[in-house]
């Protein structure tokens, strides 16, 4: 089983559209969550961190479950700038080795 | 405030020579994280240093890769004898000391001939 899991994608879906991404991971020590974007050729870039109550920026809403080892990203209104590679990050004990899951395609369309 | 800064962004080698890739973090981040990136893959972390120190370097292949962060200059990735299958894009990160966040740098893409 890998260490973190997540769809496999791609989706795609019509602007305005509610998308969202689930991801397990199998370390049930992990301390950290975070889901990051990444753009074609491009760097990977932070889109929030993750934490136990649930966090939300702007259309964007991340939640945990640490008793189902699984994490979620909401996103809504989807706009075409949405479209990208999106990366479920976990971080484990000791604070350094940081596990990425493959990632989610997304496809927004006109 | 400059981001993370790698460099070369591109870099052709061919099989047998040598790879430096060079990162410097952002300013304030005394921790540096290198990953690589095949293509349509997913990141795969290599090593984690702080100044001077290698704390994690479990994603490292045994042979021909190492890793320094010198007390002063960048964090440098060195690859021996590079074989084709090192082709990839190698990114390096930075974190602050609470060493939460992640901040990636644009990236070298190494290509072997």
């Known amino acids: 089983r890998k260490e973190v899991e997540q769809d496999p994608g791609p989706f795609n879906v019509p602007e305005g559209a509610t998308v969202a991404f689930n991801c397990t991971y199998s370390n049930s020590a992990s301390q950290s969550f975070f889901w990051y974007r990444q753009d074609c050729r491009k760097e990977p870039k932070l889109l929030m961190s993750v934490y136990s109550s649930g966090n939300e920026d702007g259309r964007f809403t991340a939640q945990l479950n640490r008793a189902s080892q699984y994490i979620s990203l909401l996103i809504r209104d989807s706009k075409l700038s949405d479209s990208a590679t999106y990366l479920c990050v976990v971080k484990g004990t000791g604070g350094f080795k940081t596990i990425f899951g493959a990632g989610t395609r997304l496809f927004v369309k006109a | 405030n400059a981001g993370v800064m790698q460099n070369p962004r591109h870099l052709v080698r061919r099989r047998g020579q040598e790879a430096r890739l060079r990162c410097s973090p952002m300013k304030g981040h005394s921790h540096v994280y290198w990953y690589r990136q095949l293509p349509e893959e997913g990141l795969k972390f290599m090593v984690y240093l702080q100044k001077e120190n290698i704390i994690d370097e479990s994603g490292m292949p045994k042979e021909r890769f190492s890793a320094e962060f010198p007390k002063e200059g960048p964090s440098i990735l060195r690859i021996q004898q590079v074989v084709r299958g090192d082709s990839a894009a190698y990114f390096c990160?930075?974190?602050?000391?609470?060493?939460?966040?992640?901040?990636f740098g644009p990236g070298t893409r190494l290509t072997v001939l």
């Open positions: 990160a930075s974190s602050g000391d609470r060493g939460n966040e992640q901040f």
